[in-house]
């Protein structure tokens, strides 16, 4: 990982252009990430890995948005339809030791698509709470509204992607729930006292802080910083670092999402400076990201070392081996049972 430099990248296409070959051999981003517009069947992603790795010359972080329900870049026909969070949130509303398994199992067959295909980071799960009244953005993306029970399902999902081999991350810390705007289109204020976020947003993240990697949330929080974004500010990621406990890799949301102002190159920076250990940049603009890299520097040492350490954390134990088709057929049966129970 030395020598790459603290930027995860999207590319335009079904293939690396080249353009964006030079480019990223040249640039040398930690890693990638995949997108709708990447995909079209499992021959052509595993060709497209391939030539990413080769545009870096190792086996670098592959990146997807694979949660499940209507966040889900890997689709049928030559995936599995998978169920979003609410699902388990309901069956926790029922029984919580059957939501657990049946949660720790979906985790388990979205790893197993994954590692198959070369991906090897899922940016789920997601940590967020629903509140009343918040944007949709959230909305059943969510294990729901009770902390204690979204930190137990959200830790099993992160389980589950683990021991598939692919490595999770908690998004979006330190809690996107209440927020009323979407972040791609404008800056979500929340202004929620301290108190409560402790007892509640925060909360979710404390209780996961030993999970290896987190996404920040595009989102200014008054009660900590009334300037700055999460992404951007000092403020938050000391809270985020010094209270809630996470010590992980901490990624920046996407840093072409309108919440944030300024140039690329000045969100790069400002980020890092900050303490996000890593910036994601999504679309595959090339204009975008050679702004974005003129603000980001190379991986040193010590982030080396943790970045290093954070993959340890999935290992595809030969023990934990499963029948694909067996355990689709019983997380089927489970849900169905549950939920007519």
């Known amino acids: 990982m030395l020598g790459s430099k603290a930027v995860i990248v999207g590319l335009e296409g079904l ?112 940590c967020d709470l629903v509140f009343e009244g918040a944007h949709d953005i959230v909305g059943d993306r969510s294990f729901g509204g009770d902390p204690e029970k979204v930190a137990q399902l959200a830790r099993q999902m992160a389980m589950g992607l683990a021991d598939s081999g692919v490595l999770p991350i908690l998004k979006h810390i330190p809690g996107h729930g209440r927020a009323k705007a979407d972040s791609h289109e404008s800056l979500p204020v929340v202004d929620a006292s301290l108190e409560e976020l402790r007892k509640t947003d925060f909360l979710v993240f404390e209780k996961l802080a030993n999970i290896p990697w987190a996404m920040t949330a595009h989102i200014t929080y008054t009660a900590i910083d009334t300037e700055n974004p999460a992404t951007l500010s000092s403020k938050v990621i000391n809270l985020i670092r010094n209270e809630i406990g996470f010590g992980g890799i901490l990624i920046s949301d996407d840093l072409s999402m309108k919440a944030l102002g300024g140039s690329f190159k000045e969100r790069a920076e400002k980020s890092l400076k900050a303490g996000c250990d890593l910036v994601l940049h999504c679309n595959g603009k090339m204009e975008e990201m050679l702004d974005v890299f003129a603000g980001t520097s190379l991986i040193d040492d010590a982030l080396n070392e943790r970045l290093a350490k954070s993959f340890a954390f999935c290992s595809r134990d030969k023990n934990k081996s499963m029948d694909i088709k067996q355990a689709e057929d019983n997380l089927q049966l489970q849900l169905a049972q549950v939920m007519v129970g």
């Open 15 to 126: 293939e690396v252009s080249n353009d964006e070959r030079n480019f990223f051999m040249k640039e040398k981003p930690l890693g990638f990430i995949l997108f709708k517009r990447n995909i079209d069947n499992p021959t052509q992603v595993k060709n497209l890995i391939r030539q990413l790795k080769e545009c870096v010359e190792w086996d670098c972080p592959i990146l997807i948005d694979q949660e499940g329900g209507r966040v889900a870049r890997l689709r049928p026909p030559h995936w599995r339809k998978s169920v979003p969070a609410k699902c388990f949130a309901d069956i926790a509303a029922k029984d919580m030791d059957a939501a657990k398994q049946a949660n720790y199992m979906n985790a388990r067959l979205i790893g197993e698509e994954l590692y198959e295909l070369g991906i090897n980071v899922d940016c789920a799960p997601v």
